[in-house]
């Protein structure tokens, strides 16, 4: 058997599974947390999250995407792990190393520093990415910028009747993304940001933490918003800052759930 504790939580509707593994170590194969995000047949998640010790931070975050990849940074997942540690909490994960503080309702998260260069997206190629000379059918010249994971920012007349269910997957494994790319839409109405995203390796989810940064930031680059700026996800609403040479913070709530334990060895 392989028994261990888990916490249930989510952001916006963004939900994840949280194992806390700093004191006990556990593996998971894709398989597993495939299985276990299975919300007929398992617990049900958008991410899986392992949390380890670090030697460089209170804790690291291993972030699993419901098909079993592994990514390097989920914005609503670190508001939910800043929330469950508590105080101010230094996270490592794979983009980087991240602080949280804890607040009433949820979280306000330091996501870092951007990243523009085409090489830091990646892309398959260099061009400029405040507007890139590309497009797919009615999507066309995004913006790309890296918060620890890549993303594609489309701005648009009205992100609501875009088909982000056809053209999400369609862009995220385009070859001009070699690490596959979370894909964002975007229009702005009374000063505030209305956004839809298509996650990597999940599909669409009620919000993206990362995706609200990503967008925010092209969108104050592109001079369409101003810092602080309302992001509104289906899921609810996060306040994004952020200005140039600076880092992100992120604010928004989390929901505890519940918790419980399970045989992990009983999935995949």
């Known amino acids: 058997m392989m028994t261990g504790r888990f ?16 004191a006990s170590e556990i593996e998971l194969s894709a398989a597993i947390v495939t299985a276990i995000a299975d919300r007929h047949s398992g617990i049900g998640c958008d991410q899986l999250i392992i949390l380890r010790p670090s030697s460089e931070a209170d804790v690291r975050m291993q972030i699993f995407n419901a098909d079993g990849s592994e990514v390097e940074a989920c914005g609503n997942a670190s508001r939910c792990v800043a929330k469950l540690i508590g105080d101010e909490t230094r996270i490592e994960t794979g983009g980087g190393i991240i602080t949280g503080n804890a607040t009433e309702d949820g979280a306000i998260v330091d996501m870092g ?22 497009g797919w059918e009615d999507l066309q010249n995004p913006s790309a910028v890296n918060v620890g994971n890549p993303h594609v920012i489309f701005f648009v007349d009205d992100s609501n009747i875009v088909e982000l269910d056809r053209l999400g997957p369609m862009i995220e494994v385009d070859p001009l993304f070699p690490d596959k790319v979370n ?21 669409l989810t009620r919000a993206c933490g990362t995706g609200a940064c990503a967008t925010a930031v092209a969108a104050i680059r592109r001079g369409m918003v101003t810092s602080p700026v309302q992001v509104e996800l289906p899921g609810g609403t996060l306040i994004i800052s952020w200005e140039d040479g600076n880092t992100i913070q992120m604010q928004g709530p989390t929901t505890y759930v519940f918790s419980g334990e399970s045989d992990w060895s009983q999935f995949g």
Do not use: C
């Open 7 to 22: 916490h249930k939580m989510h952001g916006l509707g963004n939900d994840f599974v949280i194992i806390d593994a700093r």
């Open 113 to 134: 520093t951007p990243r523009f260069e085409w090489q830091s997206i990646p892309l398959g190629y260099a061009m400029d990415t405040l507007t890139m000379p590309v």
């Open 183 to 203: 894909v964002n839409v975007a229009h702005i109405k009374d000063g505030k940001i209305h956004l839809r995203v298509w996650e990597r390796g999940v599909g």
